[in-house]
C-alpha cells in the first residue's frame, strides 16, 4: 500500500526571519530557497509584502520571489496583510497569497491595526482584486490565535469558526488554523479542526503549529488522525509574531519531515538535505540560535524515508 502524503510547507523565510533583529542578504536567501526545493521542498513561503519600515527584513520580497519562480514545480507563496500588498505579491508572481486573520481582536490590532470583523472585509477586497486581476492565483486565510492569545489570554471556539465561515463566504481558496503563540494541545487541536471541518469542508486544509512549550509536533499528530494533510514548518525552528510577545518558533522542518516520514507518511522530501540545508543558516545567521532536536541526535541508523 503506498503511504500517505503529506505536504510540509516552508515558512521560515517570512515566519522565520521577521522576529529576528537582522536581515538575511537577499543572496543567502535564495540559496537557502534553491536547496530546500532540491531537498523536495514543493511550496515555500518566500517572505511577505508589508511596508519595509515595518518589516525591513521583508523588503526584498519581490527579488526573492523572482528567483524562486526558476525553481520548476514550486509553489511560491507570500504573506500579503492587505490589499496593496496582495497586489504586490500579485505583481511580482506569486501562485498563493496568505493572508493573516487573528481570530483575538487584541492581537489582530496589535498585528494589522485592523479588527477580525474589518480583516473580513480587506479579505473579501482581495478575493474581488484577485478574481479580476489574477483568477489562478490562490488565496488562503491563516486563522492566527486560533487556539488562544498572550494578549487576550482565551480565545472562544464558536469566533473561531464563525471567522471560517466568513473567510469561505469571503471567497477564499482554503483556510488554515494557526497556534500563533504555542498554545494549543492535542485534544484541542482534534476538536477545532473537527468543528471547522464540519462547517467548512474540505476548505480546511493545513495547521500552523508553534513549538514554544514542546507541543508542536504532538500537535500535528492530532491533526492528521482528523484529516489534515499539509503543514507549516520553518528550517531549524525559527520564527515567532512580533506582535505576539511570547511566540517562539515553529516546529523545525527536519523534525516534522523526520516524524512524518518515521511514522509511515511520505513527504517526498530528503530528511538528510534538510539538515545539510541548516548549515546555510549557521553561515548566513552567525550567533543566532538554530533549533530542532534531529540537527543535535542525527538520523538513527534505522531510519528509512517512505515509499
Known amino acids: 500500500m503506498d503511504a500517505v502524503e503529506v505536504e510540509v510547507v516552508e515558512v521560515g523565510l517570512r515566519d522565520g526571519l521577521q522576529n529576528l533583529d537582522v536581515v538575511m542578504a537577499t543572496a543567502d536567501k535564495c540559496r537557502w530557497i534553491a536547496a530546500e526545493h532540491a531537498a523536495g521542498v ?22 526573492v520571489v523572482a528567483f524562486a519562480r526558476t525553481l520548476r514545480g514550486l509553489s511560491v507563496a507570500a504573506l500579503a496583510p492587505n490589499l496593496r500588498g496582495a497586489r504586490d505579491a500579485i505583481r511580482a508572481g506569486v501562485h498563493k497569497i496568505g493572508i493573516p486573520v487573528s481570530v483575538s481582536r ?7 491595526r485592523k479588527t477580525p470583523a474589518q480583516m473580513i472585509e480587506e479579505v473579501g477586497s482581495i478575493c474581488r482584486m484577485r478574481a479580476e486581476t489574477a483568477p489562478s492565483t490562490k488565496i488562503e486565510v491563516g486563522l492566527a490565535t486560533a487556539f488562544g492569545c498572550t494578549i487576550q489570554g482565551t480565545v472562544p471556539e464558536d469566533d473561531v469558526v464563525r471567522l471560517a ?30 468543528r471547522i471541518r464540519a462547517e467548512i469542508g474540505a476548505r480546511l486544509v493545513a495547521g500552523h503549529f508553534h513549538d514554544t512549550r514542546g507541543l508542536g509536533l504532538a500537535n500535528v499528530m492530532a491533526a492528521l488522525s482528523v484529516g489534515i494533510r499539509s503543514f507549516d514548518s520553518s528550517l531549524a525552528g525559527l520564527g515567532g509574531c512580533p506582535f505576539a510577545p ?7 522542518t527536519e523534525d516534522l519531515v523526520f516524524m512524518l516520514e518515521s511514522s509511515g507518511f511520505a513527504t517526498g522530501i530528503d530528511v538528510a538535505a534538510l539538515i545539510d540545508a541548516r548549515r546555510l543558516l549557521e553561515a548566513a545567521l552567525p550567533g543566532r540560535p538554530l533549533y530542532g532536536a534531529l540537527a543535535r541526535a542525527g538520523l538513527p541508523k534505522t531510519f528509512r524515508q517512505a515509499a
Open 42 to 63: 514543493r511550496e515555500i513561503e518566500v517572505g511577505s509584502f508589508v511596508p519595509p519600515k515595518l518589516l525591513p527584513q521583508m523588503a526584498d520580497a519581490a527579488e
Open 106 to 112: 487584541a492581537h489582530s490590532l496589535a498585528n494589522v
Open 165 to 194: 465561515q466568513a473567510c469561505v463566504a469571503a471567497g477564499v481558496d482554503s483556510v488554515a488554523l494557526a497556534d500563533t503563540v504555542g498554545y494549543a494541545n492535542p485534544s484541542q487541536v482534534r476538536r477545532l479542526f473537527t
Open 246 to 252: 511570547g511566540a517562539s518558533g515553529n516546529i523545525a
